[in-house]
């Protein structure tokens, strides 16, 4: 096993929820502001998961409404508290980047 194996072995999540585009979830981050740090969530559908490959790996939230905000987190880092999933959804595309054009009613997914 060479260097780069062994470091994505250690540093990995052994608890990840099983998440896929589609799912709105809540994601826990920890921020550092000055010297105090505070959990903060954000809230929002995945519209895709990128680099299935190891510690590399993200996924994309997007929140929803007239200013659509995203996220892009490493799915791995230890800057993430949980990831709690709300609601499961049943999409037609692996990467539902066709919701950024979407508000409203119109941005809503089929659920499970």
Do not use: C
Not at 26 to 33: H, W
Not at 37 to 62: D, L, N, P, W, Y
């Amino acid at each position: 096993m060479n260097k780069v194996e062994q470091f994505n072995k250690e540093n990995s999540k052994k608890e990840l929820p099983e998440i896929s585009a589609g799912d709105t979830v809540r994601v826990f981050q920890r921020i550092k502001e000055k010297n105090k740090e505070r959990v903060q969530f954000f809230e929002g559908i995945i519209i895709a998961i990128k680099h299935g490959k190891g510690i590399s790996s993200t996924f994309t939230v997007r929140r929803p409404g007239e200013i659509g905000v995203e996220k892009i987190f490493p799915l791995h880092s230890p800057l993430i508290e949980k990831i709690e999933i709300i609601k499961k959804g049943r999409p037609r595309r692996a990467k539902l980047y066709y919701l950024r054009g979407k508000t409203g009613k119109q941005s809503k997914i089929k659920s499970r």
